[in-house]
Every structure is written in structure tokens, then in C-alpha cells.
């Protein structure tokens, strides 16, 4: 067994009233104060604090949701004295976690240790709280979201107390609380289930929607990892299959991989939507454009060099888990939908898939799931684009992702999550006075 040490240092209190905005703009918030606990202790008096001063508390990671669910007017915790490993335990195979650790902080670390998460999502900038709190996710045939792979985590609750939990202790906590959404309290420290480091081949090529649909069933099966981005206005999509393999390791070159990931999927993709957000008409010629510019590639590296691309053109994004099993016919009246209206898209459609799991509000809980993600550009107009789709995800009894934008309610969201009102009944009894409530978490959850 090792341990690294976290290097923090004492707690502070803000008095400044700065805004806060997360990482997309769509949300905007001025706290009463923020404040940045360096433990548990220190979180767990700021939330007693807040009570005696009569303000609702909320904790933000990155600002990677583009909905306002970690938004405030009351205490903001900002967890950057929050970081760094506790422990890793080799005989147990977990690492244990401070909550604002970043997750490429987490993956750097632990692939240092020669150990490595089953899975992960596309991107790597969140809080391990805030990833897994919101249920983020990569995709998987048979390895689930982050929250998946927690084995226990410690809380502060409503009234400052401090709670370990995990399947043997206070259970009931723990199968909510991996994705709890900050209503039940706020997360101080992770434990993960960690494997030791390996490596995956992966294989990128372009495909025809058409195939790709027609084989949908026989991808997912035949690989650990499916994924597939569809480009609208075209008939194209760009796959990706990643497989775990025994080497050698042959990364991505350099200047391939700065050509390919940088200046294509980021610098170029950037200008040409600046342009098609200028001249709307330029999209569907923009678009079969951007779908036939990467070529195929096959390289093998460790899982995070593997799983995680940087995205740095800003957008936004609706996301909605349907059932496996629906997601061909959804995805062929997504198609329908863009083409015979006058919507102009110019991001791609991405599609990912997860096994059923136990979690109560994972978008997975039990079933086998299919996520398909809409994404607009950054300032363009996108309600119409995203009311058309969601309409469509509805009526699959898809379950949106709660750090996504979406318009559901708790009517909604009691009848396509069946242990809903086990979630609710849990945060009445953590948290009656409704210290962690804001108006998003009103909404989907109930007054």
C-alpha cells in the first residue's frame, strides 16, 4: 500500500461577490460569498455557517455542465484545496480521491502508478465530484460511467455531519449519492476501483450512416468501446472502436496527432463554424466538408491517452440516454427530423452506449442504454434544433443527462426513473430544510 500526500493548505472565505459562469456561458451566478474548505471539517463548518446565516450552500467543480444545476445565490464552494490522492490501496486495487481533483490530474497520477480507470468519458477537465455527481459517462459494452466505478465516498450533509459510505456503509446513501446531483450533500473524497494500467488499440474510420445503422447491433458486440459521431446534412459518420490489446504500444505521432487533433478537429472545425455561423446557408456544404476530413487511423496507448481528446470550440449540448434497443429507430427520426427542416447543424451527433447499473439516478439504471448527444455551436441559435430532438428522445422514455441542457420536470423524470421517489424520499430525510436546493434541482426533483 502507498499513499501520495495532497498538499493542501488552510481553508479560505471570500467576501468578494465576483459572478460566476460555467465553461459553455449559459449560466451566470452571484453567490452571497465562496468560499474554499481545505477538508471536510473545514466544508462541513461553512455549511453550518451558511445555516445560521440562512443561505442555501452549492459546490461547482470546472463548470463543464451547461446547466445552471451547481448554480447559487447563497455560499459557492470552490474545491481547489480539495485535491489529490488520499490513498492508493494495491490489496484492495482502489485509489481514494479528494472531491476537486481534476480528473487528468487523476489519470496522469494513477497512470504514474501503472494503474488506470476501466473507463472514462471524452473529456478530462471536470472534478471527479463533478464528473461523477452528474453522471458523465464514456461508452462501453460491458464497463460503465465514472460514478460506476465508485466503491465508497465521504459526504457533508445538511447539517454538517460527515458520512462515509459505501455498499456496507449507510448503503442506502451510497447507491445514490455516486450520482446524487449535490441534492443529498456535498462530496469530499472518492474511491475508485482501479485496474492495473493497459492498453487499448484504437481504430478510427470513417463509416455511411446507413452501415453504420444497419450494423449497429454487431459493432457494439463485437467491441469493448463503440462510438460513432453522424455529421447532419450528410450520410457520413466517423467510428471509433477502442479494444483492449497487448501491445506494443504504438501512440499517435506528434505531428499527426497535433495536425489531426489540434489544428483539424479544433483549429479548422473552430473557423469553419464561425463561418457557418455567419452564413448559415454554408452549413450543409460546411458539413460534408468537416465529415470527410479526418482519415482512418489505428494507434494503441494507455486508456486516458486513449479515451479523452481535447475540445476546445465551445458549444452547447443536449444529451439523452434512450434503451439500446431504440436507438437505430431514434437516430433514423433524428435524420428525418434535419431533413425536412431548416435547421442548419453544424456540429456532429454523437452516440455512445452503457450497461445497465445499479446507481439510482444513473441515465443507466437498469437498463442497457444508448446516449445520443446533440451539440450547437457557441452563439448560434440552437432551441429549435433542441426542442425537435428532445421531443424525439421523449418519446423513447429517453432520461436526460443532468449536467445537459434539457426541459424535463420531476413528473417527467418520476415516470422513466422507477426508483425516483427513493431518491427524493432520501433527500427529504439528508436534507428536509433544502440547504443544497437551487431552482434546477427544483425543478427535476420537486419542491
Keep these: 500500500m502507498s499513499s501520495t500526500a495532497s498538499g493542501k493548505t488552510s481553508g479560505k472565505t471570500g467576501g468578494r461577490n465576483a459572478t460566476w459562469r460555467n465553461w459553455a456561458g449559459t ?17 462541513a463548518e461553512a455549511v453550518r455557517r451558511a445555516a445560521e446565516d440562512g443561505l442555501r450552500v452549492k459546490a461547482v467543480g470546472s463548470g463543464h455542465s451547461f446547466t445552471s444545476i451547481a448554480a447559487t445565490d447563497g455560499v459557492l464552494i470552490r474545491p481547489h484545496l480539495l485535491t489529490g490522492i488520499r ?10 480521491v479528494e472531491a476537486g481533483t481534476p480528473l487528468k490530474r487523476l489519470n496522469a497520477a494513477l497512470a504514474r502508478e501503472g494503474l488506470s480507470l476501466a473507463n472514462m468519458g471524452d473529456i478530462m477537465e471536470q472534478t471527479v465530484a463533478g464528473a461523477t455527481g452528474t453522471g458523465t459517462h464514456g461508452t462501453g459494452r460491458d464497463s460503465a460511467s465514472i460514478a460506476a466505478q465508485i466503491k465508497g465516498l465521504e459526504l457533508v450533509t445538511a447539517d454538517g455531519s460527515v458520512l462515509t459510505c459505501s455498499e456496507r456503509e449507510n448503503p442506502d446513501v451510497f447507491a445514490a449519492a455516486r450520482v446524487g446531483l449535490g441534492a443529498l450533500g456535498i462530496v469530499t473524497a ?9 492498453l487499448l488499440r484504437a481504430r478510427e474510420e470513417p463509416m455511411p450512416f446507413d452501415r453504420v445503422l444497419a450494423d449497429f447491433d454487431e459493432l457494439w458486440a463485437e467491441n469493448e468501446h463503440f462510438e460513432f459521431y453522424w455529421f447532419p446534412h450528410t450520410g457520413n459518420t466517423n467510428t471509433k472502436r477502442n479494444n483492449r490489446s497487448a501491445g506494443p504500444e504504438q501512440p499517435v505521432g506528434r505531428w499527426k ?63 439523452y440516454a434512450v434503451p439500446r434497443e431504440a436507438v437505430v429507430e431514434t437516430l433514423r427520426e433524428l435524420r428525418a427530423m434535419v431533413g425536412r427542416s431548416r435547421l442548419r447543424i453544424s456540429f456532429p451527433v454523437e452516440v455512445r452506449t452503457a450497461p445497465a447499473d445499479d446507481i439510482t439516478l444513473s441515465t443507466a439504471s437498469g437498463r442497457e442504454t444508448a446516449y445520443i ?53 432520501l433527500r427529504d430525510r439528508l436534507d428536509p430544510d433544502r440547504r443544497f436546493q437551487n431552482d434546477y434541482l427544483r425543478r427535476v426533483l420537486g419542491p
Excluded at 27 to 43: D, K, Q, T
Excluded at 267 to 278: I, S, T
Excluded at 384 to 405: C, D, M, N, S, V
Design 27 to 43: 449560466v451566470a451566478a452571484r453567490p452571497a460569498r465562496e468560499v474554499a474548505p481545505a477538508s471536510a471539517g473545514e466544508l
Design 373 to 425: 448527444a446533440v451539440h450547437m455551436f457557441k452563439g448560434t441559435p440552437y432551441r429549435g434544433y433542441f426542442t425537435a430532438a428532445e421531443r424525439i428522445f421523449t418519446a423513447h422514455e429517453g432520461r436526460p443527462h443532468w449536467g445537459k441542457l434539457h426541459t424535463r420536470d420531476a413528473a417527467y423524470l418520476s415516470r422513466v426513473y422507477p426508483r425516483f421517489g427513493q431518491f427524493t424520499a
Design 257 to 319: 496527432g497535433w495536425f489531426e487533433d489540434e489544428f483539424l478537429s479544433n483549429g479548422v472545425f473552430q473557423a469553419a463554424n464561425w463561418v457557418g455561423r455567419a452564413v448559415p446557408a454554408t452549413v450543409p456544404a460546411i458539413a460534408r466538408v468537416s465529415s470527410k476530413a479526418l482519415s482512418a487511423r489505428t494507434y494503441t496507448d494507455i486508456p486516458y491517452k486513449v479515451f479523452t481528446s481535447p475540445r476546445r470550440v465551445r458549444f452547447v449540448e443536449m444529451e
Design 190 to 198: 472518492i474511491t475508485f476501483a482501479v485496474e492495473p494500467l493497459f
Design 87 to 96: 490513498q492508493v490501496d494495491r490489496d484492495a486495487m482502489t485509489v481514494t
